[in-house]
């Protein structure tokens, strides 16, 4: 009994249909200012490191505008309803990497990443253009669900074979490229989670056994339940193989929002922590990878006690303090001594270092909006796989953040993983770029006039 | 399913809300004990971000800053560092800073709030201020005299200005050069080791931070209580000392290196230097009396900085009567830093009253404007003005017609007193000559320098002549420095 998505089953009264305004005009100001807004900090970063404008400037400026520009020509040709927050928010956060991977660039001659990362948001923002000028309607993808979770299960295998890079087995280096697979895997099992749950919501919501007469605690009955708990055991078994807790943390809690979303039962959320916690004690305990960064996140500052030195932990939460209130000014600031993955996952220390509180705040609020967004889109949409995948895609950005940033000022234990748009990484830039690109297409069906039938 | 969206974008507002608050806590409320964790390099990174500020003798100034383009960029380099090293000490990216590089660090690396011109507008900006200025009392021509004049024997010179206490020379050697130890390179390691391994001690300030028994030169603060409590009311009279002098309550016999001690008087006594008459004259007077004069000269003072510390010189306050005779004439458990020497001297010269010695005659913005500046402050009045002139007289005769003739300067009033130490078990060390003077030009209304000469290895004869062989002349090359600049 599968429930075709797109058809009128859906338990939520239809909203009557509004046209919003397009508001595109709003979108080029604002990426006009977040254009501006980077090529300040670009010139900033110079000032302060050699006392001139750097030379790049204006070449950095015209290739973000031109970026920018086409991107939004892109929008205003096949999504024209589009929410006018999303793109400029993209811009900002990307053009703020680059500036901050720029000034991290200065401190290591030998090891330039600006100009590759430049090269993937241009991939990145390929990749959006692409997307939103040939996938007409969000609903297309529902297709694709199993065929994304088999794609996604590929990928996320593929590191496996390949050698370990600073204890994490979650790249591939081909042709002197590395790539990341489990990000591209994020999107795809987006997809799988809100087409899969889009169809089987019903059998999840209301069927199956209840634990203890408690109606809040039905379980669902195995036919359902199974794929579920090969989700747990998969998102384990990458941690396990590839040491990679960010990416099952991430999938786990994606997983967990999305049920909760679609059956509405209080009690998966219950399942799924419990889950979640017999699965992190375990692996805490028994992975030793995982378990010395649980041991940091406890004691970030046992390295320097044992006459050891700062470890990255302790060298970020250093970097923060020295930022305080207002930060140091970009390109004051020492968070290079953090070390290797100062430019990656360690790149948000550079950001509160050198933007203080204030900054890392404004940033955070970014990424807080562009979940908004996405999660205001979804509200607005009638059909259940695109209500849940914008959700999904909104989520994973959440969980991102705060899983990284989490991590980096010690809340939670550290986890190797992107900062969104922010941090090195050519896989990531490319991922969040298409992840940008599919709320765009949600927004646009959300905000434009939609009768619930009509497909384009 | 609306109601579940809101709900799980509530989630998403609690994580946020728990990352600013984290956020926070990390930024805001635990910054300062991050800040100052020993392990985080930035305060040192700052510190030699930027040029030291000066460290400037004679109007020029004895250090200097090299860009090197590493991590900790500028380095310390020091014009002449072998003979400025007991001033201004070594200020090391390695192995932190002494003497005036560390008591002025502040002023120097510009994080003294004094160097803002608007202090609450840097709290806010945190922005540096450029590396201050410290301008020694230091006079060149009597620094390099005393360094000069020890040449390669161990000992040390210090000399101050007898009317406001500022240190004119403060030297020591053998010396090192504190430049070798700036930077971060293995050979930064090196010298350090082979400083530190050096049985010369190279790195030792000898002139504050080096007690050595002061011997004869103590008889001035012995005279000083005398005249002071009325155990001696003419300088003329006959002591009625015996010689030989038994110590009271022993066996032994104290004599002297040189005759007519015989119940001498105080003049002669002083001038030849008898040991029997001031190990007598230190008993008549009694412990609590001697101990008072030796304090207000200075002696048993932990507090005394100049601005950096000065080690303390001692003279014991419990003794009995033979160890009382034995402290009077600067031996037993006497022990006094060259400083505190030329300090007696100069009280002499000044009319009794001991100013505090001080090294840093004001601190200057980069641009010159100055901060702060030091004054004359009168630490004591050792003895009255009139005991005061008595030992003057007294002194002055030592470089006329006794001891000292070896310090004498045309034109000017010299006063001095020799002193030859015994140390090590059963006084088998070589002695250590010691001189302390002053000198005033005879067309001059004031004193203008006091001076206190220790030289370790003194090769000459035992006895009080080869303090006023080894040490006087390197005493009155000093003085004649002063005198002519």
Same mark, same amino acid.
């Given at each position: ?31 006009? +200012?977040?254009?501006?807004?980077? +090529?300040? &900090?670009?010139?900033?970063? !110079? ?38 927050? *999303? ?10 990497? *680059? ?13 330039? =990443? ?37 794609? =996604? ?37 987006? +997809? ?33 339940? !199974? ?10 078994? +990458? ?69 050891? !030195? ?22 004051? &600031? ?123 | ?8 974008? #509530? ?45 400037? #003798? ?27 090293? %007991? ?96 930077? $971060? ?10 400083? @530190? ?13 080096? $007690? ?12 000083? /209580? ?6 001696? $009311? ?58 008072? $004069? ?19 010189? @001692? ?60 004054? %004359? ?6 003895? @009255? ?22 310090? /004498? ?21 070589? %002695? ?44 009155? /090359? ?8």
């Amino acid at each position: 009994m599968t429930i075709n998505a797109g058809t009128t089953v859906a338990a939520d009264p239809p909203t009557p249909g509004v046209r919003l305004p397009r508001r595109r005009g709003i979108e080029f100001t604002l990426i006009v +200012v977040a254009v501006l807004l980077s +090529v300040y &900090g670009y010139c900033a970063v !110079g000032l302060a490191k050699n006392g001139t404008v750097p030379p790049g400037a204006a070449g950095y400026g015209a290739g973000l505008g031109v970026l920018a520009l086409l991107a939004h020509i892109a929008v205003r040709l096949r999504a024209p309803y589009a929410d006018p927050l *999303l793109l400029p928010i993209a811009v900002l956060l990307n053009g703020l990497g *680059l500036v901050l991977i720029y000034r991290l660039d200065l401190e290591t001659p030998h090891d330039p =990443a600006a100009t590759t990362q430049l090269v993937w948001s241009t991939v990145g923002v390929g990749l959006f253009i692409a997307a939103v000028l040939l996938l007409r309607d969000h609903r297309v993808l529902q297709r694709y669900t199993y065929v994304s979770v088999v794609t =996604a299960l590929f990928l996320l295998l593929l590191p496996v074979f390949f050698p370990p890079v600073n204890g994490a087995r979650i790249w591939v280096r081909i042709a002197g490229f590395s790539i990341q697979p489990g990000e591209f895997a994020k999107v795809l099992l987006a +997809v799988f989670f809100a087409g899969y749950l889009a169809a089987n919501r019903n059998a999840l919501a209301y069927t199956g056994r209840q634990v203890w007469r408690l109606r809040r605690l039905q379980l669902p009955t195995g036919r359902v339940l !199974g794929p579920i708990v090969a989700i747990w055991l998969l998102s384990v078994g +990458v941690l396990v193989l590839e040491r990679d807790l960010g990416t099952s943390l991430l999938f786990f809690g994606l997983f967990v929002i999305l049920l909760y979303v679609a059956s509405g039962r209080t009690g998966w959320i219950a399942v799924g922590l419990l889950l979640a916690c017999v699965g992190a004690v375990a692996v805490g305990r028994l992975e030793p990878h995982v378990h010395s960064r649980v041991q940091d996140w406890l004691h970030p500052f046992a390295s320097i006690e044992a006459g050891e !030195g700062p470890n990255q932990l302790a060298q970020s939460l250093f970097a923060f303090s020295a930022g305080g209130m207002l930060g140091t000014g970009l390109g004051l &600031g020492h968070s290079i001594l953090i070390g290797f993955a100062a430019k990656s996952d360690f790149i948000l220390a550079t950001a509160g270092e050198e933007l203080g509180l204030v900054g890392l705040s404004a940033i955070f609020l970014l990424y807080a909006l562009l979940v908004e967004r996405g999660y205001r889109a979804g509200l607005a949409l009638r059909d259940p796989f695109g209500r849940l995948l914008a959700i999904g895609l909104a989520s994973i950005i959440a969980l991102q953040v705060f899983v990284i940033a989490g991590g980096v000022t010690g809340l939670i234990p550290l986890t190797g993983m992107a900062m969104p748009f922010l941090a090195q990484g050519g896989s990531s830039v490319v991922t969040n770029w298409l992840i940008v690109a599919l709320l765009i297409r949600i927004s646009d069906s959300a905000r434009s006039q939609y009768d619930g039938t009509a497909a384009p | 399913m609306t109601k579940y969206i809101r709900r799980a974008a #509530v989630l998403c507002a609690v994580l946020l809300v728990a990352l600013l608050v984290n956020a926070t806590r990390v930024q805001v409320f635990q910054a300062s004990s991050y800040d100052d964790n020993p392990a985080n390099r930035r305060q040192t990174i700052a510190r030699w971000g930027q040029p030291r500020g000066d460290v400037v #003798v004679g109007g020029r100034p004895v250090t200097g800053s090299r860009d090197t383009g590493e991590q900790l960029r500028y380095e310390r380099t020091y014009r002449n560092g072998p003979l400025y090293a %007991p001033v201004t000490g070594f200020a090391s990216q390695v192995y932190g800073t002494t003497f005036l590089e560390n008591a002025e660090d502040s002023v120097l690396s510009g994080t003294d709030p004094l160097l803002s011109p608007l202090p609450l507008w840097n709290d806010v900006t945190r922005a540096q201020n450029a590396g201050g200025k410290v301008v020694t009392t230091i006079n060149e021509a009597a620094q390099q005299a005393a360094y000069g004049g020890l040449g390669d024997r161990r000992g040390a010179v210090a000399a101050i200005e007898p009317s406001t206490g500022k240190i004119l020379a403060l030297v020591s050697a053998p010396s090192y050069d504190p430049g070798e130890l700036s930077g $971060t390179g293995t050979e930064v390691t090196r010298a350090w080791r082979r400083l @530190n391994g050096d049985e010369s001690k190279p790195m030792l300030n000898r002139a504050i931070r080096q $007690t050595y028994p002061p011997g004869s030169t103590f008889k001035v603060v012995t005279a000083a /209580a005398a005249l002071e409590s009325g155990v001696v $009311t003419d300088v003329d009279a006959p002591t009625k000392s015996p010689n030989p002098y038994r110590l009271p309550g022993t066996s032994t016999s104290l004599t002297n290196e040189v005759d007519g001690c015989e119940d001498a008087s105080l003049r002669y006594a002083f001038e030849w230097s008898c040991n029997t008459v001031f190990a007598k004259l230190g008993v008549d007077v009694g412990l609590g009396d001697m101990t008072g $004069t030796a304090d207000s000269f200075g002696f048993n003072n932990r507090r005394l900085r100049i601005p950096f510390s000065v080690a303390p010189s @001692n003279f014991d306050t419990r003794l009995d009567k033979a160890q009382l005779a034995l402290s009077s004439i600067g031996q037993f458990d006497t022990r006094a830093t060259p400083l505190q020497m030329a300090m007696i001297s100069a009280a002499v010269a000044g009319g009794g009253s001991v100013k505090s010695p001080y090294l840093v005659e004001r601190r200057t913005s980069a641009g010159g404007g100055t901060v702060s500046t030091a004054g %004359p402050r009168t630490l004591h009045q050792a003895m @009255n003005p009139a005991t005061a002139l008595r030992l003057r007289e007294m002194m002055t005769d030592v470089v006329t017609e006794g001891t000292g003739t070896n310090a /004498a300067i045309p034109g000017a009033t010299v006063g001095g007193k020799t002193g030859t130490a015994q140390h090590g078990i059963g006084n088998a060390g070589t %002695p250590y000559a010691w001189f302390i003077s002053w000198a005033q030009a005879d067309d001059a209304m004031q004193p203008a320098v006091a001076v206190a000469v220790v030289v370790e290895d003194a090769d000459a004869d035992r006895g009080d002549i080869s303090g006023g062989g080894d040490a006087a002349p390197i005493a009155k /090359a000093v003085m004649e420095a002063v005198l002519g600049s």
